[in-house]
Every structure is written in C-alpha cells, then in structure tokens.
T-cell receptor, first 113, second 115 residues
C-alpha cells in the first residue's frame, strides 16, 4: 500500500551491527505496528503504538526497540543484530476502531550474516 | 493456546479453475476473521472480514465462509486468474480480556495459478 512506506526495502548487515528500519504513513492513523514474517510461520507482533506517547511490547520484542517520532513515523531498531533476526519485517497502521483493518507496508527484507 | 492453521500449505491450479483454501482456528471467543492476500514482495491486503455471527462474505471472485461451530473458515476463488497467484492468510482477532487483542495470523497458503 503506497500510503505506508518502509525503508530500506532490502538490507544486509553483519552480526553485532545496529540497524534501524523506518516506517512512514500518510493515512493519518494513530495506531502503528511492527511485525516479522518467517517462512512457514504467521506474522508475529514485535511492538505496537497507539499514539506518540504509547509504546507496547508484542509477543517477540526481545532484541528490538522502537521509537515513535511522530504520528506518521514509527521506527524499529535492532541494537545488536543476530542471524536469527533474518526475516521479512512489516510495518502496519490502523485507525483504532472496532473491526479495524490493518494496512501493511511493502516490507523490509533483512539478512543478518 | 490460540492458533490458526491453514491448508494446504501450497497449491497449483490452472487458470480458469476454482479452488478452496481452508483455515482452522482455536481462537475463542473471537471478534472477527479476515482473509488477507499477500502478493510476492508486497504487504498483506485485506480481502474479506466476517464477524463471529456471519456465515459468508464475498469480494468479487473471492467468497469466504465461516462455521463458528466447527471453528473453520474457507476462501473460495472462482475462475482463477494469473493475478490470483499469491499467499492467502487467515487472521483471527480474539475477543475479550481487556486491552488490545493481538491478531492471530495463520502461516498462509501459497497459490500458484498457471496458464
């Protein structure tokens, strides 16, 4: 969805390096999410934020941190990357209403060597 | 434990044929069940949404059904097209417990439509 953009789209890094993935949205949504997708597994929630001052851990937050710089920007950091963090990472947004739809960005493919 | 399982894992069909994808879930109670389509290199896009009280929902050639008694959902694709080649993901939203109810994602079914 062009309304949700992620940078970079692809990244190769080495074990121990710090890396930041960025997400921007023009949908005006308050809620933003970071997921990772691994082959054979469903998407898993890393962190979510319901507004600039509200950050919450998801089911797999260890080894990750986030920053909500503005309503439209939500970044994910890997403080010290490790190979098992190799995955496809998705940012998503939603309005915050009941039965809300989450709108996903195009994803960032990360390879940790 | 809340789980969503999809079958088959992958499927190949010829253009123009119909197919049905399955989703079994253990999430209970639940608020709604969605089917998402994920094209290669893209993020998932919502196709249909059904609340626990709905039995069927259509979106063009896509028809989703829900049987809350057996905890099963299916996605039927009619007259398949090459553009239907994608992964289809079943997603269930739990209900209750207070706070934010995290979505439960299936691993998806990878569909390939061949000419």
């Amino acid at each position: 969805d062009a309304d949700v953009t992620q940078t970079p789209r692809n990244r190769i890094t080495k074990t121990g390096k710090r890396i930041m993935l960025e997400c921007s949205q023009t949908k005006g949504h308050d809620r933003m999410y970071w997921y990772r997708q691994d082959p054979g597994l469903g998407l898993r929630l890393i962190y979510y934020s319901f507004d600039v001052k509200d950050i919450n851990k998801g089911e797999i937050s260890d080894g990750y941190s986030v920053s909500r710089q503005a309503q439209a920007k939500f970044s994910l950091s890997l403080e010290s990357a490790i190979p098992n963090q190799t995955a496809l990472y998705f940012c998503a947004t939603s309005e915050g209403r009941s039965q809300e739809t989450q709108y996903f960005g195009p994803g960032t493919r990360l390879l940790v060597l | 434990k809340n789980q969503v399982e999809q079958s088959p894992q992958s499927l190949i069909i010829l253009e123009g044929k119909n197919c049905t994808l399955q989703c079994n879930y253990t999430v209970s109670p639940f608020s709604n069940l969605r089917w998402y389509k994920q094209d290669t290199g893209r993020g998932p896009v919502s196709l249909t949404i059904m609340t626990f009280s709905e039995n069927t929902k259509s979106n063009g050639r896509y028809t989703a059904t829900l049987d809350a008694d057996t905890k099963q959902s299916s996605l039927h694709i009619t007259a398949s097209q090459l553009s239907d080649s994608a992964s289809y993901i079943c997603v269930v939203t739990p209900l209750g417990g207070g706070g934010y109810n995290k979505l439960i994602f299936g691993a998806g079914t990878r569909l390939a439509v061949h000419p």
